[in-house]
Each structure stands twice: as C-alpha cells, then as structure tokens.
C-alpha cells in the first residue's frame, strides 16, 4: 500500500534556531515528492519539489533532501523565524497516471517557532 | 490562493441539515478535487473531477455528492449533515500533466 510518513508529529523551536522534519514513504512507482506548507486557517502551499534525480534542493531557507534509495526525504529550515510555524506536509506522487490515485499526501508536521 | 475561491468560509449545520459548498477557479486546470482535513488524519480525498461533466470517488465519498457541470466550478453537496462530517474542507486544482496542486482556502463546517 502506497504511504507517507511523516515525523515528528509536532516540534517546537526557538526562534533562530534550525530544524529538520523528516518524511518517509513507500510509494511505487515513484514520480516526485513535494513539500507543502500549510499556514493556520490557510491551503497547503507548494514549497518544493524534489525529482528522482534530485538529491538536494534550497529555497531560501528551506533546503529538501531525498534518498530515492531509502525512500526518505527531509526538509531542514535554517535560522527558524516566526512566520515559519505552520504545518509542512510531504506529498508523493507516484508515476502510474491517472487524476486521483497518484498524489499521496503525509499527515503532516506542525512546527512551532517561539520567540 | 488567489485563483482557487470557495464559498463559504465558515458554516454551522444542525445534523440533517443540507448544504452545497462551492469551488471556483479561474486557473483553467482541468482536474479538481475536495478534500477533509482533520486533526491527526491529515487531507483525504472525498471527490474529484478530471473534467465538465466528470466526478469520481476519493477515499471518504460516504455521505457527499459533487457535480461539475462548468469547467470553472466543483460543489460538494451534504444532503443530510451528520456530526462527523464536522471537518475543514479544501478544494484543490490540478493542472493536466503535472504534479502541483492549488489549493483554496478552506471552510470550516460545524455539525451540531
């Protein structure tokens, strides 16, 4: 069965510290994998995408990894502000097609930054 | 999301009751979808759409019906609201051939 597990659950941070959210999966045949962000009372946002090739990917301070070996993938956030707390959701789509069946969403990990 | 509207934003329904949430874009993506999200469960998939005219089941489809008669618009029909329909409900839009999706911005329906 085609799954994302995504850990911790929550996490809290101080302020300006750095962070590492971590996403497993088992998902077959594996196309990409996505990191949302997912703001309070808001839509998940696409933060980036990582391809079976990609090893490494930054957006400003976000940086994913993925290990398409392991089927693991992370997502590090640097110097944390407060606007980074929100929920970051792993998405894996996998490559068989179809409209429905191919994005395979984790439950997510909410991260508190605290001042 | 700017081109990802739903309507409402928030609702409270007695158990029974029927509603019609309302998903519009202006985006042009063929495929679109309702999902429910809940505390510790995540985003599932209750409907989709990959086109006017076409719906299918998600995962949780018991107790909705969807209709997409105009490329533009996805409802989500509750036509007798049970308490454990009580969830945050997110339209999302897809593009044909890529992965991205788009999501709105919610509505918080209360079942009572």
């Known amino acids: 069965k085609n799954q994302v597990e995504q850990s911790p659950q929550s996490l809290i941070i101080l302020e300006g510290k750095n962070c590492t959210l971590q996403?497993?999966?088992?998902?077959?045949?594996?196309?990409?994998l996505r990191w949302y962000k997912q703001d309070t009372g808001r839509g998940p946002v696409s933060l980036t995408i990582?391809?079976?090739?990609?090893n490494t990917k930054s957006n400003g301070r976000y940086t994913a990894t993925l290990d398409a070996d392991t089927k693991q993938s992370s997502l590090h956030i640097t110097a944390s502000q407060l606007s980074d707390s929100a929920s970051y959701i792993c998405?894996?789509?996998?490559?068989?097609?179809?409209?429905?069946?191919?994005?395979?969403f984790g439950k997510g990990t909410k991260l508190s930054v605290k001042p | 999301n700017a081109g990802v509207t739903q309507t409402p934003k928030f609702r409270v329904l007695k158990t029974g009751q029927s509603m019609t949430l309302l998903c519009a874009q202006d985006?042009?993506?063929?495929?679109m979808y309702w999902y429910r999200q809940d505390p510790g469960m995540g985003l599932r998939l209750i409907h989709y759409?990959?086109?006017?005219?076409?719906?299918a089941k998600g995962e949780v489809p018991d107790g909705y019906n969807v209709s997409r008669l105009k490329k533009q618009n996805f409802l989500l029909g509750l036509e007798s609201a049970a308490p454990s329909q009580t969830s945050v409900y997110f339209c999302?839009?897809?593009?044909?051939?890529?992965?991205?999706?788009?999501f709105g911005q919610g509505t918080r329906l209360t079942v009572v």
């Open positions: 999302a839009l897809r593009p044909r051939g890529r992965t991205e999706a788009f």
């Open positions: 990582m391809t079976f090739s990609e």
């Open positions: 996403c497993n999966y088992t998902v077959s045949p594996f196309s990409n």
């Open positions: 985006m042009n993506h063929e495929y």
């Open positions: 998405v894996v789509s996998a490559s068989y097609g179809g409209s429905q069946g191919n994005l395979i």
């Open positions: 759409s990959v086109g006017e005219g076409t719906t």
